[in-house]
Nanobody, 128 residues
Framework: QVQLVESGGGLVQAGGSLRLSCAVS????????MGWFRQAPGKEREFVAA????????YYADSVKGRFTISRDNAENTVYLLMNSLKPEDTAVYYCAATGIYSSTGASYSRPDAYADWGQGTQVTVAS
């Protein structure tokens, strides 16, 4: 049974930082691309960041580029999202997701329907 368990969300002041973690079990982690998505109330789920197989390449939404960093520890089957310079508009439920799709360009990784497995989400609230 595949499980993705996120942690690390919380309340932070604007300009602050948080690090989200997602522990993965039940699938071959190194041969999985990992993504982070977020969903704010009343909005669609949107792509935040992704790391390809083995973490060799990373991809970011323009809205978080330069502020967020995705990384993965293949020995611990865990993916992280370090979020710096947080803004109130970053407030959302953050989800990690896993896919066995290999994309040399990363084009598939921004699509929620490319991912087979999802975590339960963790709330991030940025106060102004």
């Amino acid at each position: 049974q595949v499980q993705l368990v996120e942690s690390g969300g919380g309340l932070v002041q604007a300009g602050g930082s948080l690090r989200l973690s997602c522990a993965v079990s039940g699938r071959t982690f190194s041969r999985s691309a990992m993504g982070w998505f977020r969903q704010a109330p009343g909005k669609e789920r949107e792509f935040v960041a992704a790391a390809g197989w083995y973490g060799s390449r990373t991809y970011y939404a323009d809205s978080v580029k330069g502020r967020f960093t995705i990384s993965r520890d293949n020995a611990e089957n865990t993916v992280y999202l370090l979020m710096n310079s947080l803004k109130p508009e970053d407030t959302a439920v953050y989800y990690c997701a896993a896919t066995g799709i290999y994309s040399s360009t990363g084009a598939s990784y921004s699509r929620p329907d490319a991912y087979a497995d999802w975590g339960q989400g963790t709330q991030v609230t940025v106060a102004s």
